[in-house]
């Protein structure tokens, strides 16, 4: 079975500083690799995946995101973050083949200026 | 921006009340899902179907049932609400292929006195 572990429940950071929310996982088969994004009072949004292919994946708000099987990792990477990015990240995975996630217990990101 | 639409948004209701938690999406997705999320916890899968008159259990035990008569439709009922019960409910849908995104609704939260 996959477990996610997201190990910092809370990362405070300050506007235009850089930011790394980390993300653990545990499979003992191939795996597709998710980042949600969810602010308040709103449903998850896909922010970026790892499917297959090139290891570094991008989303179109700066966030990235590198796949590192020996690790076991899919950390999340911005190096410049905005007020406007405040909100619970949730790392998840999938077995490659399989459409059920398993989602880490999220992390809260808190801009402040 | 992903058509999936959940209500009610905010439900209060008393011990022992039945209940329905509705959940629409308009992409003709066949796979459907309903998640679990508790403050500060991960999302868990409660129910899944793969198609109109296919449901599965998730992960995670729920008293709830659910139904897939009509492809865009996925409704969550409760016999017999309990405290026990009370936590935020997310329905999300995904199209084919594997490692297709799940496209979350709103979300309902439901309190139960």
């Known amino acids: 079975a996959q477990s996610v572990t997201q190990l910092d429940s809370q990362v405070p950071v300050f506007e235009e500083a850089p930011v790394e929310l980390r993300c653990n996982y545990s499979s003992s088969v191939s795996v597709y690799l998710f980042w949600y994004v969810q602010y308040p009072n709103q449903g998850l949004q896909l922010l970026l995946k790892?499917?297959?292919?090139?290891?570094l994946v991008e989303s179109i708000n700066g966030f990235e995101a590198e796949f590192n099987k020996s690790q076991t990792s899919f950390h999340l990477r911005k190096p410049s973050v905005h007020i406007s990015d405040t909100a619970e990240y949730f790392c998840?995975?999938?077995?490659?083949?399989?459409?059920?996630?398993?989602f880490g217990t999220g992390t809260r990101l808190l801009v402040s200026p | 921006e992903a058509d999936i639409y959940q209500t009610p948004r905010y439900l209060v209701i008393g011990t022992g009340k039945k209940i329905t938690l509705e959940c629409s999406q308009t992409m003709g997705h066949d796979k459907m899902y309903w998640y679990q999320q508790d403050p500060g916890m991960e999302l868990h899968l409660i129910h899944y179907s793969y198609g109109v008159n296919s449901t599965e259990k998730g992960d995670l035990s729920s008293e709830s049932t659910v139904s897939r008569i009509r492809t865009e439709h996925f409704p969550l009922t409760l016999e017999s609400a309990r405290p026990s019960h009370t936590s935020q409910y997310l329905c999300?849908?995904?199209?084919?292929?594997?490692?297709?995104?799940?496209?979350f609704g709103p979300g309902t939260r439901l309190t139960v006195l």
């Open positions: 999300a849908s995904s199209g084919p292929g594997q490692g297709s995104t799940q496209y």
């Open positions: 998840a995975v999938s077995e490659a083949g399989f459409q059920k996630l398993v």
């Open positions: 790892y499917l297959s292919g090139s290891t």
